[in-house]
């Protein structure tokens, strides 16, 4: 008939992502270091490597690749994850055996930020997903966020570097969500 049907989704965020990928025993002497004659290790991908998004995305891409294979809706982005179903049911039972899955591969989930009971409007990549009517919009948070950017922008006789990347940067995030955001984005810089 052409028409979709309304989604269902739910998120699933991991906890201590990095954390699950152990590190070779020769890479250690690249990974330690010593405060007050004491040498620390890190024996899991640590967090600021530049190389551990790659690495991380390396050992989950099989997971996921798993996922795709049983025709479930996966899509992730480091270690947010979300699901799709056409309907609450299936969501439920795709959401517990992803579950169950992580479980069996020692994959921890950090359930106090993952939302797990099927929706059809879903906070995911700090986007509200309005799976109904297919529809984007941006949280109320971040929108007062960027409000309260603006006006210390306005008020302030000084602004410092800082405070002007994070305009832009939620500026820049913002404005692909947003009717012509992309093109007055374009007019405030280059008006």
């Known amino acids: 008939s052409g028409i979709v049907e309304p989604l269902w989704g739910c998120t699933l965020d991991l906890q201590d992502a990095y954390f699950h990928v152990p590190m070779a025993w020769f890479f250690h ?60 049911e299936g969501l439920l039972a795709i959401t517990t055996h992803i579950l169950d899955m992580f479980d069996r591969l020692h994959i921890k989930v950090n359930y106090k930020k993952s939302s797990l009971e099927p929706s059809q409007t879903v906070e995911y990549l700090g986007v509200i997903l309005q799976l109904d009517s297919m529809t984007l919009c941006i949280p109320h948070s971040k929108v ?40 007055r984005l374009r007019l405030l810089f280059h008006g």
């Open 29 to 88: 002497r690249y990974l330690a270091f010593v405060v007050d004659g004491i040498t620390y290790v890190f024996q899991y991908l640590p967090f600021g490597l530049s190389v551990a998004p790659w690495a991380f995305h390396r050992v989950i891409k099989p997971v996921k690749a798993h996922l795709h294979l049983q025709s479930m809706r996966v899509h992730s982005y480091l270690d947010d994850f979300l699901f799709l179903s056409r309907s609450r």
């Open 144 to 183: 007062l966020g960027i409000i309260t950017l603006c006006d210390q922008l306005m008020i302030s006789s000084f602004c410092s570097r800082r405070l002007l990347e994070s305009l832009v940067g939620v500026l820049n995030f913002a404005s692909s969500f947003l009717p012509l955001g992309r093109l």
